[in-house]
């Protein structure tokens, strides 16, 4: 069973910068298919950043241009580097992996975007 950690969250004012961190038992350079995913409070969780193995990215339309999704291959970590951050990009933000048919998610790290 795969273990994701992910690190990062906080506190930050609208406008702000966070760079969300995610180490994993498994080598993230295997993962054909590697992301991110938020649950708003009291909404469900979506994914909002993906990588598929090749370089291909997506992210979801209300973080286009704003958030970057990245591997750094040499510390197997996953990173997700936000920026102009917004309140309603307030959420517990996972990062997962692709496997065996499901994603996988870790246990998460709060970000507040507020004042």
């Known amino acids: 069973q795969v273990q994701l950690v992910e690190s990062g969250g906080g506190l930050v004012q609208p406008g702000g910068s966070l760079r969300l961190s995610c180490t994993a038992s498994?080598?993230?350079?295997?993962?054909?298919?590697i992301g991110w995913s938020r649950q708003p409070p009291g909404k469900q969780r979506d994914i909002v950043a993906t990588?598929?193995?090749?370089?291909?990215?997506d992210y979801v339309d209300s973080v286009k241009g704003r958030f970057t999704i990245a591997r750094d291959h040499a510390k197997n970590t996953l990173h997700l580097q936000m920026n102009n951050l917004k309140p309603d990009d307030t959420a517990v933000y996972y990062c997962g992996v692709f496997r065996e048919g499901r994603w996988a998610w870790g246990q998460g790290t709060q970000v507040t975007v507020s004042t």
């Open positions: 990588e598929t193995y090749g370089g291909t990215l």
């Open positions: 498994i080598t993230f350079s295997r993962m054909n298919r």
